[in-house]
């Protein structure tokens, strides 16, 4: 059997990468939100190409199993489904093993269409279903210059995750020490 780690790490580090293409005559679904387009993307689910990165993020994070171990793209249940289950239900394993989301950063490289209009609602729309401040949501834009790949969408996404019992005690220590000057010296 693998070794666990016998110490809980204060914060761990998730990346998520995801790649879809795009396929004619369905919505164009990214972060939880319908982009107008004359594509959209093909593939697992809805195909939300951002909302897959993440929930490898958030589940990469903890060490479990990844969205296609989790999801099947095999399994019809999941055929044309809301992207968003995946992410509450990597959301609720991070919960279980006792961390949150401290912040995410992500990169979305696609041709068109322009993300730039639509960032605002992505950022909203992603940081309520991880119950973060919006600030604590980076998202960026970029075409795929040089890489010949203007039918993909692409995503990459970090998120940074906090021991909730660290916080705490952290928490608690800041106060003691703010009671006790003499402890400084
Ligand atoms: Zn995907």
Same mark, same amino acid.
């Given at each position: 059997?693998?070794?666990?780690?016998?110490?809980?790490?204060?914060?761990?580090?998730?990346?998520?990468?995801?790649?879809?293409?795009?396929?004619?005559? *369905?919505?164009?679904?990214?972060?939880?939100?319908?982009?107008?387009?004359?594509?959209?993307?093909?593939?697992?689910?809805?195909?939300?190409?951002?909302?897959?990165?993440?929930? $490898?993020?958030? @589940?990469?994070? *903890?060490?479990?199993? $990844? *969205?296609?171990?989790?999801?099947?793209?095999?399994?019809?249940?999941?055929?044309? !489904?809301?992207?968003? *289950?995946?992410?509450?239900?990597?959301?609720?394993?991070?919960?279980?093993?006792?961390? #949150?989301?401290?912040?995410?950063?992500?990169?979305?490289? @696609? !041709?068109?269409?322009?993300?730039?209009?639509?960032?605002? =609602?992505? /950022?909203?729309?992603?940081?309520?279903?991880?119950?973060?401040?919006? $600030?604590? @949501?980076?998202?960026? !834009?970029?075409?795929?210059?040089?890489?010949?790949?203007?039918? =993909?969408?692409? !995503?990459?996404?970090?998120? @940074?995750?906090?021991? /909730? /019992?660290?916080?705490?005690?952290?928490?608690?220590? /800041? #106060?003691?020490?703010?009671?006790?000057?003499?402890?400084?010296?």
């Amino acid at each position: 059997m693998p070794r666990t780690s016998d110490r809980r790490l204060r914060t761990r580090i998730g990346y998520g990468f995801d790649s879809h293409e795009f396929r004619p005559g *369905i919505p164009l679904k990214i972060g939880g939100i319908t982009l107008p387009h004359d594509k959209g993307l093909g593939g697992h689910s809805d195909g939300d190409v951002l909302l897959h990165a993440l929930t $490898d993020a958030l @589940l990469g994070g *903890i060490a479990a199993p $990844d *969205i296609g171990v989790l999801f099947p793209p095999s399994d019809a249940k999941w055929k044309g !489904a809301d992207s968003g *289950i995946f992410v509450r239900e990597a959301l609720k394993r991070v919960n279980e093993a006792g961390y #949150k989301v401290a912040n995410v950063d992500a990169s979305l490289i @696609l !041709a068109s269409p322009k993300i730039g209009p639509h960032s605002s =609602a992505i /950022r909203e729309r992603v940081a309520d279903m991880l119950g973060i401040p919006c $600030d604590c @949501l980076g998202l960026k !834009a970029k075409t795929p210059e040089g890489l010949n790949l203007d039918n =993909a969408a692409i !995503a990459h996404v970090v998120v @940074l995750l906090e021991s /909730r /019992r660290t916080s705490h005690s952290q928490n608690t220590a /800041r #106060k003691v020490n703010s009671r006790s000057p003499r402890a400084e010296t």
